[in-house]
């Protein structure tokens, strides 16, 4: 079945791509074009048809939640791979030291994740909703993350492999805690301000519903400094209290909740995202779980 929004979108008459172009934007896996149309612009995003449909629906959702989200628009000339976006004049995201701002952003992820569904389940590259066996699904990272790091010779020498095989395969029978709305990808670079309100965009297409744990595992690959790793960099120097700000904010101490649970998901994840620039930790803070 069609995954289906339950509100129209904004409608265009023009064509994005004959629009004019203001400037390139950057974009991890897209093209990102900031665009104007009689003094009016718009961001105009074109990437994996699955990655698209993940946006659109999830801002969707979120607006039809009542929640902050960018308007999205609709037009007769948009691709099933193109996506057409408000664009907020002098927006910036969160300020990542900031611990108002952090804490902002954990009441957004909260209301996020106060959105709730029966199962879990992804939406494919033609919009359909695809159930997910959660046990399953985390195998499936899991292999998929393994393998990856054997092809690509990333510096995770065979000994450490097997050390993570041996401490995650045994957990994967879970079930989830919650099922909730999924990000996916929770760092400051996929937040803006909106009329002094934090929004969340730019959806990671892994999963749309799933274990809001699972999801709060990137906050921990950003914020590890006297949790999962101890260090002197000074840009990690006020780790714990901004992950206080953002537990504060969003109402929960996920730590030691569910800090047996975390730890797993936080292997897969850091495994399967390694190597990244923005999460330099992630090597230790897999060596500190699985050698524990």
């Known amino acids: 079945m069609k995954f289906e929004a339950l509100h129209n979108d904004f409608m265009t008459s023009f064509d994005p791509n004959e629009a004019r172009l203001v400037k390139e934007l950057n974009g991890h896996s897209s093209f990102v074009k900031l665009i104007e149309v009689d003094n009016v612009q718009y961001i105009f995003k074109t990437a994996d048809n699955e990655d698209i449909w993940n946006e659109k629906d999830f801002l969707k959702t979120l607006n039809d939640h009542n929640l902050p989200s960018l308007k999205v628009f609709d037009s007769p000339h948009l691709q099933d791979n193109q996506l057409l976006l408000e664009y907020i004049p002098n927006s ?15 009441r957004a992820v909260r209301d996020l994740h106060n959105i709730k569904y029966d199962e879990p389940f992804k939406v494919n590259s033609e919009n359909q909703k695809e159930i997910l066996n959660w046990k399953k699904h985390l195998k499936d990272v899991l292999d998929k993350a393994i393998t990856d790091q054997l092809e690509d010779e990333n510096g995770l020498d065979v000994n450490l492999l097997d050390k993570i095989k041996n401490y995650a395969y045994p957990r994967l029978d879970i079930e989830p805690s919650d099922i909730t709305l999924i990000h996916g990808d929770l760092h400051d670079g996929n937040t803006l301000i909106k009329n002094g309100e934090v929004v969340l965009y730019d959806k990671s297409s892994e999963l749309f519903a799933g274990d809001p744990l699972y999801d709060l595992t990137i906050i921990m690959t950003h914020f590890p400094n006297g949790v ?65």
């Open 228 to 292: 999962y790793v101890e260090t002197d960099k000074e840009s990690n120097s006020k780790d714990i209290v901004l992950l206080k700000a953002f537990m504060k904010g969003y109402g929960e101490d996920f730590i030691n909740t569910n800090r047996d649970k975390l730890d797993l998901y936080l292997v897969i994840r850091a495994l399967d995202r390694y190597p990244n620039p923005f999460e330099i930790f992630n090597k230790e803070i897999i060596e500190n779980i699985v050698n524990s």
């Open 92 to 106: 910036k995201g969160i300020e990542w030291e900031s611990v108002v701002d952090v804490e902002r952003w954990g």
